[in-house]
């Protein structure tokens, strides 16, 4: 089946509505499509009832920032149900990352006059132009000369990912079963490019150890030894392969160097993947 299982909209960093993404991915042929924002679950309903209306497969999603060793990796749940247990670690996630924002505003009001907390508290900024609010306030603030410069500050002010606490991966894998959902690695070839083949094996085999469903094998910049051994190792394990393109809209063209639209990656997935990810059973 055609798929596309990683898009972002508006209710996280992208530019798209829900039903936008749906009349994308309809006139693209895909035949199921999840929505993943990060860390938030609000696009689900508009999705549900537009691809319903188009007959083609929704499917529940969301993309969480978690720890996995030194790093902060990116975890896929799809098909799950609302639990309390993981609701509280998708909202500890999302609260971290404006946490990232709000400290490296109080560090820049430090050295710039036009920068303070209570302005940033104050501030908003229009969903549909995508990304984050401490983004669009430095920019807006005359910090950045273009929107993306933003993200070096967070390196810079030591507000990046790895100085916040995200969920450690085993405890969501954990809460997302308890859910009824599957637990997918989202794009390895982001975190581990370098690695060779044995190497990523073993890293794999450990990711399995903490809980993990699936892993997105088919990715706009993944190399071939990256799909080719994710997908391998998803044979012999009987994990779920899964597609997705993790388009941001306009947002994301600004960013990225390669195409990253939805239904790019062209790969199909099975019938019974897609099952696996929209039964709220579990597996
Ligand atoms: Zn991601
Ligand atoms: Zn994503």
């Known amino acids: 089946m055609r798929a596309d299982l990683h898009i972002h909209t508006f209710y996280s960093d992208g530019t798209l ?65 609302n639990t309390p247990e993981f609701m509280k ?25 036009q920068v303070s907390m209570a302005d940033y508290e104050a501030y908003h900024y ?3 132009q995508g990304g984050w609010k401490g983004l669009h306030y430095i920019h807006d603030r005359g910090i950045t000369e273009k929107l993306f410069d933003g993200f070096k500050l967070y390196g810079k002010y030591n ?5 916040y606490y995200f969920p450690k991966i085993k405890l969501l894998c954990e809460a997302i079963h308890k859910a009824g959902g599957v637990s997918v690695l989202a794009h390895p070839g982001e975190y581990y490019k370098n690695l060779n083949e044995a190497e990523l094996k073993v890293v794999l085999e450990d990711l399995k150890g903490q809980g993990i469903d699936g892993i997105e094998c088919y990715y706009p910049t993944h190399s071939e030894l990256m799909t080719n051994t994710c997908e391998a190792f998803c044979e012999k394990y009987g994990l779920i392969r899964t597609v997705g393109s993790d388009e941001h809209g306009e947002f994301g063209k600004h960013a990225k160097v390669i195409e990253q639209t939805i239904g790019c990656v062209s790969k199909t997935i099975t019938r019974n993947a897609i099952d696996k990810l929209t039964n709220s059973g579990g597996i």
């Not at 009349?23 to 924002?37: C, F, H, P």
């Not at 507000?159 to 100085?163: K, Q």
């Open 17 to 81: 509505s829900p039903k936008e993404v749906v009349q994308i991915a309809k006139e693209k042929g895909l035949e199921a499509v999840a929505i993943t924002d990060h860390n938030k679950i609000g696009a689900w309903e508009e999705l549900n009832e537009a691809a319903k209306e188009v007959g083609m497969i929704p499917i529940k999603g969301c993309e969480i920032n978690c720890k996995y060793q030194d790093k902060v990796v990116h975890l896929l749940a799809y098909g799950f149900e």
């Open 89 to 113: 670690l998708i909202h500890l996630a999302d609260d971290e990352m404006q946490r990232m924002s709000v400290d490296l505003v109080e560090e820049l009001s430090k050295e710039y006059t």
């Open 126 to 128: 229009d969903v549909r």
């Open 159 to 163: 507000c990046d990912f790895t100085n």
